[in-house]
């Protein structure tokens, strides 16, 4: 019975890792080629990061998942000026910062990835619509101040993670945001 229940605390940690093979898989293929796609979902299958995000009952691979998703949509709304990737990027957004305040860090990383479209292509078609996106995902993450501030003012009384293991969980979505913005 624990370990039937242990095995159901990971299947959402699974899924959302079964979920960023595909995504990447169906992004690959479409940017970059046919067979693209399958390299890139077992490297990143495999890769030693995934795996332990994988096997853990933590929202960590929902976020990655969601996170990936708002790269993709982002990255399709700047290729197609569509306003349904840009209520894509929008809720998957949000998504990942409901799933964990961390990734919120994400936004940081696409603004620079917008910044770098808008100066390479000499344009500022769509920022007024980018930066009402980036308002809704603000707006939409307002219900999570009262939470945030009472981790914050609850802190000392948290089971605080040890400073290794938040520099390794740091150094892995850094490298994720990082090689999602590279794409």
């Not at 993709?72 to 910062?97: C, H, K, Q």
């Not at 799933?99 to 919120?104: I, M, Q």
């Not at 981790?151 to 290794?164: E, G, L, Y």
Request: proline share 3%.
């Amino acid at each position: 019975p624990g370990t039937s229940r242990e095995f159901l605390l990971r299947v959402p940690s699974l899924a959302g890792i079964a979920a960023t093979c595909f995504l990447v898989y169906r992004f690959a293929e479409r940017v970059i080629g046919t067979g693209a796609g399958l390299v890139a979902a077992i490297l990143l299958h495999f890769n030693r990061d995934v795996l332990i995000l994988g096997s853990q009952a933590r929202p960590y691979a929902l976020a990655i998942a969601a996170a990936t998703g708002s790269c993709i949509a982002l990255y399709n709304w700047f290729e197609t000026r569509s306003d349904r990737w840009l209520a894509g990027y929008t809720i998957f957004s949000v998504l990942a910062i409901y799933l964990h305040f961390f990734f919120s860090l994400v936004l940081l990383v696409h603004l620079i990835f917008a910044c770098r479209i808008f100066i390479e292509r000499r344009s500022g078609q769509g920022v007024g619509k980018l930066i009402g996106a980036w308002v809704a995902i603000g707006a939409l993450s307002l219900p999570l101040l009262p939470q945030l501030r009472a981790t914050v003012r609850t802190a000392d009384s948290h089971i605080v993670m040890n400073t290794t293991t938040f520099t390794a969980l740091r150094d892995v979505l850094m490298r994720w945001e990082l090689a999602l913005a590279g794409i």
